[in-house]
């Protein structure tokens, strides 16, 4: 009988312990940092990327393009206020060398507040981010294509500020925790763009270098993006732990309401100048009020994580993407592979 029991505490205090080791890995999808805690995640990742057939993709001849290697940076910096309520920020650069597009595609800080512990019977974050793409102006250059012209993007910043609501839930048994998360950006449209303009496009009888500026902005609508998904960790001993999961992105269409910028008056270069300006302008804004180039993402993602001792964790990741773009998507993608490492610091 004091054997039996002897095991009996053993074992439960191993599941105790295994527990507390799952709930503190800085993979784990429930982390939050305890009070006075700070962490830091930096990650560096190669992505591989072929190019879907949309209508943007055929004018601009490379549909089944490869990219590759896009380049992808990431930091993620967190302190914990209390043991319940945290600030953070998420931070990310990419370099696409195949197309010339570089600059943050990703920008937030926030707050996080724990409302249900893991004495509830599920843990339940709520928390609400500002997103910064409005750090940087959207920046690309309208070109010609052959008898036509399209917008050809710079960077990877849509040039709107906007704030971001959302939760995640789950809960940690033993060595194996499941969460899961849903979240809703709201950007907000102004005229933080910069439109390069390929002076040599035809327009009637003109050319787009005598009708516009050469470099112009324009009025784009507000957007909104929706996230939602699930991951699991599975902590296999002190050392190691493996981390699986699945997103759904959906990326909403941009949309143009007018040209900000002044244009110049070409009433002195010909009688019928200022009418084609007119249709030219009237002839964008027609098609760009709904540009349909949203897309969806849906998101495999495998990781591994190396515990190298209390406060400094090793990590690998590999995610696989599938795209559903919209009709005139630039963003759209057959296939989509990116494997990178992390490193993860708390002080």
Known sequence: MKKSLKCLMIATASVVTTGALAASNMENPLYMPKNREVYLKTGAAVMYKTVETTDATKLKDSNGQEEFP????????????????????????????????????????????????????????????????????????????????????????????????????GKTLGDFTLAAHVEYLQTFGNHNNKIAIDPTIPVGPFTTGILLPNEISVNLKSTHETVAGFDAMYQMNPKWSFGAGFEYIEHSDNGVKSIHTKLPDVSAVHPMAPAVQQALVDNLLAATKDMKDGWDEYVIKTSVGYQLDEDIQFAGFLEYTLDDAHSKSQNATDCKIEMGVRLNARF
């Open 70 to 169: 896009v380049w992808r940076f990431t930091g993620d910096i967190g302190y914990g206020i209390t043991d319940r309520l945290d600030v953070h920020g998420h931070f990310g650069y990419t370099k696409d060398g195949e197309i010339d597009r570089k600059g943050m595609h990703r920008g937030r800080i926030g707050m996080m507040f724990r409302a249900l512990t893991e004495n509830d019977p599920f843990v339940l974050d709520l928390y609400a981010d500002a997103y910064l793409s409005g750090i940087t102006p959207m920046k690309g250059t309208y070109k010609r294509y052959g008898d036509q012209a399209a917008f050809d993007f710079a960077n990877y910043s849509n040039g709107r500020w906007g704030a971001i609501a959302g939760t995640r839930f």
